[in-house]
């Protein structure tokens, strides 16, 4: 069997056939994993911008191939250009500084090609300009302890001179002690206005930290009890990955960022919800884990919209606005009844496998699930 191309539907196809005993031919013309499912590092995103956007026509009337062909073999054709991704265009909306010179930590040096001369010498340059990843880490890791120490010393300052102005209170009266306050309240201000203000991210600490984070081309959660982890868990392929729980979820509304709670315990320790409301949030989720033993409660709105069902529930708006966008993660007006209890329930039923929440996440991307299946 010829398998061609890596993506995530190529890579289950080959490693079913490789497991039912048969002999399994996978290639992929590209030089990565995943195809449109692949993770990339910021350079590696980079390169594969640059790839699709110079694409040009292949001439499929080229004749030279025929040449190789013998009168009892015949040519199958295996896959054409990719269409699939078309108009690539990118923008930049952190400070574009320039980044010409800027090298990629942890990356491997490019070494001159062998027999040049000075090649030696031109290679451990390249070595000592490329630290390693782990020493500029620590080097990010020790800076930051020295920005508290350095804060440290103006705090106590501060408190010196409060201690002073007392003294001077109780010798001097009361108008130089007030004086000395407003002075310190002055010189306190700039600080706290940048403290305040957020840290700038230029185009060039992007270029050299592209290590440290990955992207992909199909950002998409996993259920922890959807069927793509059990198929992993059976196959064994799990153990060639690590998958992170994510932490939290987070809702936007109203001009603020809200974590939604998930889970019984969530609910109860909340401070965003009322008494009121952490009571009717629990009595509609439990009745959303077996909605299918209470017909009559849901029949009359299976023709309507899940948002319009959700108003129906003495629910409050905040809550309405929970549970369509962050727990069912359905959309307002072409979702139905029927298939927001799914969704709801399909929610519920995945908190407290791995954790707190019900999503998987792979640890270096949505790319290494193809890989392991390749492996």
């Not at 039912?20 to 195809?35: E, M, P």
């Not at 109780?170 to 309240?185: C, D, N, P, R």
């Not at 930290?209 to 959660?221: A, H, M, P, Q, T």
């Not at 999503?359 to 699930?369: A, C, K, M, S, V």
Request: aromatic share 8%.
């Amino acid at each position: 069997i010829a398998c061609v191309l890596s993506g995530l539907p190529e890579s289950i196809i080959a490693a079913a056939c490789a497991r039912s005993g048969q002999r399994v031919l996978h290639v992929d013309s590209r030089n990565y994993y995943g195809g449109n499912w692949a993770s990339f590092s910021f350079s590696g995103l980079l390169s594969w911008i640059k790839e699709n956007q110079e694409k040009t026509d292949i001439n499929d009337e080229c004749q030279d191939w025929r040449k190789l062909i013998l009168d009892n073999e015949e040519v199958i054709c295996l896959s054409r250009k990719d269409k699939t991704i078309q108009h690539v265009e990118d923008f930049c909306f952190a400070d574009r500084d320039s980044a010409e010179d800027v090298e990629e930590a942890g990356a491997l040096p490019k070494l001159p090609v062998f027999g040049d001369a000075g090649a030696e010498g031109v290679a451990q340059e390249s070595e000592k300009e490329c630290p390693p990843m782990e020493s500029t880490l620590q080097e990010a890791e020790s800076r930051e302890p020295e920005k508290a120490t350095d804060t440290e010393p103006a705090t106590a300052v501060e408190g010196n001179d409060t201690e002073i102005t007392s003294e001077n209170e109780s010798s001097h009266g009361t108008a130089v002690g007030e004086s000395a306050l407003e002075s310190g309240k002055t010189e306190a201000a700039p600080s706290e206005i940048s403290a305040q203000e957020p840290k700038k991210i230029m185009y060039s600490q992007i270029v050299r930290e592209g290590r440290r984070f990955n992207i992909d081309l199909v950002s998409k959660l996993l259920y922890s009890r959807g069927l793509l982890i059990d198929l992993l868990i059976k196959s064994n392929v799990s153990r060639y990955a690590e998958f992170k729980n994510a932490t939290r979820i987070l809702a936007y509304r109203e001009g603020k960022v809200e974590q939604v709670p998930c889970s019984r315990a969530d609910v109860f320790n909340s401070r965003q919800l009322t008494m009121v409301e952490k009571r009717m949030l629990m009595k509609f989720l439990t009745f959303c884990l077996d909605y299918e033993q209470h017909p009559d409660e849901y029949q009359e709105y299976e023709n309507n919209t899940f948002a319009q069902f959700l108003r129906t529930q003495k629910l409050t708006p905040s809550l309405q606005h929970f549970i369509l966008h962050s727990i069912a993660m359905v959309s307002e007006t072409d979702c139905s009844t029927v298939e927001g209890l799914q969704a709801t329930k399909k929610f519920l039923q995945c908190l407290g496998r791995y954790g707190n929440t019900p999503f998987l996440f792979p640890l270096y991307g949505q790319g290494e699930i193809p890989q392991c299946f390749c492996r």
